[in-house]
């Protein structure tokens, strides 16, 4: 597996919580400038493999195609595709990636989500996003 998810300040971690393992997305270091908090936000709000292989990647090829494509955006994360970048926009602020990067970071999470163990099928989502706010501030 590539290691390009690092490059934008994420570890790909299997946590244990009550005796099962869960995925999770976690920044480095929360000061580092960027941070891509929003991108690792996005990650988490996708969840599962089916969102990001079976949505999130077919939408971007159609779009990059040229072809009528559906909003990948999750929740409170807005995604604006451009054929060189994507804009992710959560939170007030706005983080520009370019996009055969985006392309790849899925692509990693989506390898990573199916990499054993699977014991907890599904990403800590809550606990994972609620300690990057906590982080965030403060």
């Known amino acids: 597996m590539s290691q390009i998810h690092q490059r934008y300040n994420f570890l790909f971690a299997n946590e244990i919580f009550r005796s ?3 995925k999770t997305c976690e920044l480095i270091n929360i000061n580092a400038n960027p941070s891509y908090v929003n991108l690792s936000t996005y990650l988490l709000y996708l969840q599962f493999i089916e969102n990001i292989n079976e949505f999130a990647l077919p939408e971007i090829e159609k779009f990059l ?6 909003n990948i955006s999750q929740e409170t994360v807005e995604i604006v595709l451009g054929q060189m970048n994507v804009e992710i926009r ?3 602020t706005t983080e520009t990636v370019p996009m055969n990067d985006f392309k790849d970071v899925l692509k990693e999470y989506a390898d990573f989500l199916q990499a ?16 990057q706010i906590l982080n965030s501030q403060g």
Request: net charge negative; aromatic share 22%; charged share 10%.
């Open 116 to 131: 054993p163990p699977l014991d907890g099928l599904a990403v800590c989502f809550w606990r994972a996003l609620f300690g």
């Open 65 to 70: 195609n040229g072809l009528p494509y559906d």
């Open 20 to 22: 099962h393992v869960y």
């Open 90 to 92: 959560w939170n007030s």
